[in-house]
């Protein structure tokens, strides 16, 4: 495997935080349009901005972006990505936004056991302690938000397995199709996957819902685009962590949208985050991890 330099990692890890504020975002939207549209509706709208945003890319560009050389794997992350986006609004309809995103945060570690497995990225003791301490702190938060335990907590810990199941393979594309062609995929098999069933479950949009839709999309494909760069140009191991920061997203959103105030937990959680992501990140600029196994 190609060996990553430094620089490049840093690069990533600043994508994929931007890349968490723009899935926060859109999360948001998703929360606050559960209460009156099919959790399959959202996510089929998500899909069809992101393919939008696709042919618009293409149209200007003049680019073949279904010039692959892993159709089938890339098929099976469009797959991955719809099942993901699906579950996890309909968690959304059941539990509090922090909860879900909290959840969510156990993808890292998903992604740090198949990275290492699948594209044999090393994974020293150091990185692995930094990462259990961000999931330890995603504990502290939603710690009492199991005192009444309801199966979408379930459903949202399967999403964040295929969310980073889809991650680990956008790695393995990396080098071998561009990202507008990981991303037109992934659209056109969401769009049609999701189409099959929007017969059963359209609502209607209200006019004054159109403008959250179309932001709620531009959202979704503009992180889609971030995270599959990072991940093009950094180690799955390294920015994997970085998802962590969402919760600060979603915690803001929370308070400002649905009037939920941070307590103790979600105070105490997030500085433990914090803490692990920051020292992920030193320990990216002091050295270049090298690829191997454990």
């Avoid at 859109?26 to 929360?31: E, P």
């Avoid at 680019?63 to 309909?90: E, H, I, M």
């Avoid at 969402?246 to 937990?265: A, H, Q, S």
């Amino acid at each position: 495997m190609t060996q990553i330099s430094a620089r490049s990692n840093v690069k990533g890890i600043a994508l994929m935080t931007l890349g968490m504020f723009s899935f926060g975002s859109a999360d948001t939207i998703a929360k606050f349009m559960t209460g009156g549209y099919h959790p399959m509706q959202i996510a089929g709208i998500r899909q069809s901005g992101l393919l939008i945003g696709v042919l618009l890319f293409v149209l200007l560009t003049r680019t073949n972006p279904l010039r692959t050389k892993k159709p089938k794997l890339q098929v099976f992350r469009g797959l991955c990505a719809t099942v993901s986006g699906v579950l996890f609004v309909v968690g959304l309809r059941y539990i509090p936004l922090t909860d879900a995103s909290s959840i969510a945060f156990v993808a890292p570690f998903f992604v740090t056991i198949l990275g290492a497995v699948f594209l044999g990225e090393y994974v020293g003791v150091r990185r692995i302690v930094a990462i259990t301490m961000g999931f330890v702190g995603t504990l502290v938060i939603i710690r009492p938000g199991f005192d009444s335990f309801h199966p979408a907590y379930l459903i949202v810990v399967f999403s964040a397995f295929l969310f980073a199941t889809r991650q680990v393979v956008s790695r393995s594309l990396a080098g071998v199709d561009s990202t507008v062609t990981t991303v037109a995929f992934t659209a056109i098999t969401s769009v049609c996957l999701l189409a099959v069933v929007q017969p059963f479950v359209w609502k209607p949009v209200a006019q004054e819902d159109i403008l959250l839709f179309a932001i709620y999309a531009a959202c979704s494909g503009f992180g889609e685009l971030l995270v599959i760069k990072a991940l093009e140009i950094s180690q799955a191991v390294v920015v994997a962590p970085l998802q962590y920061t969402m919760i600060f997203w979603t915690t803001g959103y929370g308070y400002l949208i649905f009037g939920n105030l941070p307590d103790m937990f979600t105070v105490i959680g997030a500085g433990i985050i914090v803490a692990s992501g920051l020292y992920t990140l030193l320990r990216t600029k002091a050295r270049v991890p090298r690829v191997g196994p454990f």
